[in-house]
């Protein structure tokens, strides 16, 4: 069976980004990284690529 893909959460994304870049001093990069490796992605690269496939195909 074939893993699943995670759903894109926008908000949580961008507000766990901001709190590690911020109060954690981490790069806007690294922080990216972070914030989608949260919600189960390789990194930043790969939850935009999954949500701009979402956003076009509406399926995940």
């Known amino acids: ?3 699943l893909t995670p759903v894109p959460d ?3 994304f961008e507000e766990r980004a901001a709190i590690m870049q911020y109060d954690g001093g981490l790069t806007r990069s ?3 990284d972070e914030a989608a490796q949260a919600q189960g992605f390789r990194d930043a690269a790969h939850y935009r690529q ?3 496939d979402y956003v076009v195909s509406g399926k995940l």
């Open 1 to 3: 069976m074939a893993p």
């Open 10 to 12: 926008i908000d949580a």
């Open 30 to 32: 690294r922080a990216e």
């Open 50 to 52: 999954v949500l701009a």
